[in-house]
């Protein structure tokens, strides 16, 4: 397992190019902190990370506009890891409930806007399961409104306790006398129909819990769909090539280190890119002070880190 400290990824340049991918959602930003580095047991999910970035590139040139509304509709998206933790083990709060109905709306539509993407269907793992169910859970009249509001008619008792609350506030406008009696009874009234609310409360939360697998499949979906397209943004803006994996040597083609390389266009200097082949075992970098060998390493060990990380690298 490769383990880096902060130092060392500022000082390789890994810092400079992941603090210049952008993902949207909460869910995409932490799929590219945890996922780390490709070991070789890995080898398979790693190309699989190549393969969604390759089909998503395409898609970025062969419709963007559709693309850039699936961004907007992930960075819609509210990070309600812990809201999903809460409902496991107990209920959802009124708040919490309004989220998670915003939450599945939206993620409705990412998926909608996925499914159009070119390409689509050959991306592995950024399945989206169906959400109405959970939806209806939340509100089974009109899973469309733009809006999470508990109806009066959701049980008897809150119905009861919200008409009785109109009728007092009724009372209570027109009432010159008694107002003291008619807000003490408004009072229980309210209690009442927070009584109810709760109930109500309890029982979406009984019928969202079973559905809690299909809720944070679908926010893993997300971090996914997000990371691989911000991945596959910052290829195409920085002219990065998909890496072979595999053979017995290291070998670059017109290999750049991106940092490096925006320090001297700054100064009005260039940078020259490297062609290098390193076989197994133990090499030898030789050269005058002032060279290049500390940048031509770097520039190595940089573009390694990026494949092992499953991105595109700097190269042709």
């Given amino acids: 397992m490769i383990e880096l400290s902060y130092e060392q990824k500022d000082n390789i340049g890994l810092k400079y190019v992941m603090d210049r991918v952008t993902p949207l959602c909460p869910y995409g930003v932490k799929r590219l902190k945890s996922e780390g580095f490709y070991t070789e047991e890995k080898a398979v999910d790693l190309e699989r990370e190549f393969d969604r970035i390759e089909i998503l590139s395409a898609a970025w ?76 859970a939340l509100i089974p009249s009109d899973i469309e409104r733009p809006g999470f509001y508990i109806e009066d008619d959701r049980t008897p008792a809150l119905s009861a306790a919200r008409t009785r609350k109109r009728e007092i506030e009724k009372e209570l406008r027109r009432a010159k006398e008694r107002k003291e009696e008619l807000l003490k009874a408004r009072q229980e009234t309210v209690l009442k129909e927070e009584e109810a609310l ?32 911000a991945k596959a943004l910052f290829a195409q803006q920085n002219g990065c090539v998909r890496p072979k994996v595999g053979g017995t040597s290291l070998s670059f083609q017109a290999a750049v280190h991106p940092a490096v390389r925006e320090a001297l266009l700054g100064r009005g200097r260039h940078f020259v890119p490297i062609d290098m082949e390193l076989p197994r075992g133990v090499s030898v970098l030789t050269g005058a002070n002032m060279g290049g060998k500390s940048v031509a390493l770097q520039t190595v060990t940089l573009n390694v880190l990026l494949a092992l990380c499953g991105f595109f690298v700097y190269g042709e």
């Fill in 198 to 229: 709760q109930a109500v409360y309890t029982d979406i939360s009984n019928a969202l819990r079973p559905l809690a697998g299909c809720i944070r499949a679908n926010m893993t979906a997300a971090g996914l769909l997000d990371a691989a397209l």
């Fill in 61 to 136: 040139r062969k419709d963007p506009d559709s693309v850039r509304k699936l961004r907007h509709a992930l960075s819609g998206l509210k990070d309600l890891s812990g809201s999903l933790k809460t409902l496991e083990n107990g209920n959802l709060s009124e708040t919490e409930l309004f989220e998670m109905f915003s939450f599945l709306q939206r993620i409705r539509d990412v998926a909608f806007l996925a499914r159009s993407l070119p390409g689509y269907e050959r991306l592995e793992g950024m399945d989206f399961p169906p959400v109405e169910e959970a939806l209806r």
